[in-house]
């Protein structure tokens, strides 16, 4: 979920002179008003109960890279019509929808990404980007501007390439040049750590450059195939605590679901996947996360109010050891309220066709 009222980072990284100060004073300003929405966003989910927080859609789900953990992705899969695209925003805009994260597979291989960006802002929407980052350039930045996205997040998982990811320091620190000269929206890097990851160490140098460049830096620990915990070396853990200490500005530094998880301890919460967070794989259907897709697989376009409100109070199995950070910052909103009574997967009976399309797939 991205919430960083604390500002877009980078203004006193650039001089200011020339096209470079317009781009300053173009990114205060949108900042100030991605504040005032982000605000309202936290407000609207306090007063209600009754629609998506965040959701996550994919427009394709091929991929121009293969690391060696992730399980999102393929090489082939063409992208999803724009048309259709349009037509899911406006269904998550109907349902009360306050985030859009647009994921993948990488999303930039979309050639109409910037159109499917301005529906998500043309229908009041906060407009969000997870890409690895590779295909950027400063033309493609001035394009996702122009677009109105509001928040970009791109994962480096090492600083020189390996067999595990090429997503590396190495391979991406001039694109993070480029958007720390040119991006007006709110740009994260998040350095990552794990037992794919030969050498912690990198996290740390990963955040340190963010954070020289004036962007935000985040820390995730890599899930096993399922999205569930696998426990930090004791050094591991020394580097996420620093990390996190560095990253003030970050919404992320506001929980402690990932403090745990670095110490491998679980995590009680109330986990609301299927209501508050919702996860739209390229085929259209609604499933609790990217780790938990099956489930319950209904099309977007028969997802109901009643639908969200059942799976508010039902309980997830899988929570206590997740690792998907997204869905727990959404959940923080409700910690408070709406103890989970129903058991997963077995829906109250007026939704029991529920039951029955969740098997069926």
């Given at each position: 979920?991205?919430?960083?009222?604390?500002?877009?980072?980078?203004?006193?990284?650039?001089?200011?002179?020339?096209?470079?100060?317009?781009?300053?004073?173009?990114?205060?300003?949108?900042?100030?008003?991605?504040?005032?929405?982000?605000?309202?966003?936290?407000?609207?989910?306090?007063?209600?109960?009754?629609?998506?927080?965040?959701?996550?859609?994919?427009?394709?789900?091929?991929?121009?890279?293969?690391?060696?953990?992730?399980?999102?992705?393929?090489?082939?899969?063409?992208?999803?019509?724009?048309?259709?695209?349009?037509?899911?925003?406006?269904?998550?805009?109907?349902?009360?929808?306050?985030?859009?994260?647009?994921?993948?597979?990488?999303?930039?291989?979309?050639?109409?990404?910037?159109?499917?960006?301005?529906?998500?802002?043309?229908?009041?929407?906060?407009?969000?980007?997870?890409?690895?980052?590779?295909?950027?350039t400063p033309e493609r930045i001035a394009r996702l501007n122009r677009a109105g996205l509001d928040h970009m997040q791109i994962s480096i998982d090492n600083v020189m390439p390996d067999e595990v990811s090429k997503k590396s320091l190495k391979a991406l620190d001039k694109k993070l040049e480029m958007?720390?000269?040119?991006?007006?929206?709110?740009?994260?890097?998040?350095?990552?750590?794990?037992?794919?990851?030969?050498?912690?160490?990198?996290?740390?140098?990963?955040?340190?450059?963010?954070?020289?460049?004036?962007?935000?830096?985040t820390v995730g620990i890599l899930h096993d195939g399922s999205g569930q915990l696998q426990p930090l070396s004791q050094r591991q853990q020394e580097i996420f605590l620093e990390i996190m200490r560095m990253g003030k500005a970050s919404y992320a530094r506001l929980n402690d679901f990932q403090r745990n998880i670095a110490l491998g301890k679980p995590n009680n919460w109330r986990c609301r996947a299927g209501s508050r967070y919702l996860y739209i794989c390229e085929d259209g259907l609604v499933h609790y996360c990217s780790q938990q897709r099956g489930y319950p697989a209904i099309p977007l376009d028969e997802y109901t109010p009643a639908h969200l409100e059942h799976e508010f109070f039902t309980n997830k199995t899988c929570a206590p050891r997740c690792t998907v950070s997204c869905v727990q910052q959404v959940a923080m909103i409700d910690f408070w309220r709406g103890p989970q009574t129903r058991a997963a997967f077995k829906p109250a009976e007026p939704l029991v066709q529920l039951q029955s399309r969740a098997a069926e797939r």
């Open positions: 979920m991205w919430i960083n009222v604390a500002g877009a980072g980078a203004l006193g990284h650039l001089p200011m002179n020339g096209p470079i100060s317009l781009v300053v004073l173009r990114r205060a300003t949108r900042a100030a008003s991605r504040g005032v929405r982000e605000w309202r966003m936290i407000a609207k989910g306090l007063l209600s109960t009754r629609h998506p927080i965040d959701a996550h859609i994919i427009p394709i789900r091929r991929c121009n890279l293969s690391c060696a953990y992730c399980n999102e992705f393929d090489s082939f899969s063409k992208p999803v019509p724009t048309a259709e695209m349009l037509r899911r925003i406006d269904r998550l805009a109907a349902l009360g929808t306050t985030i859009i994260t647009i994921s993948g597979g990488e999303p930039l291989l979309h050639s109409e990404l910037d159109e499917i960006i301005r529906r998500i802002r043309r229908r009041g929407i906060i407009a969000g980007l997870i890409t690895n980052g590779y295909l950027l958007l720390a000269q040119y991006a007006e929206f709110h740009v994260n890097i998040n350095s990552v750590l794990g037992s794919p990851v030969r050498n912690p160490e990198d996290a740390l140098a990963v955040a340190r450059r963010a954070l020289s460049l004036g962007l935000t830096s």
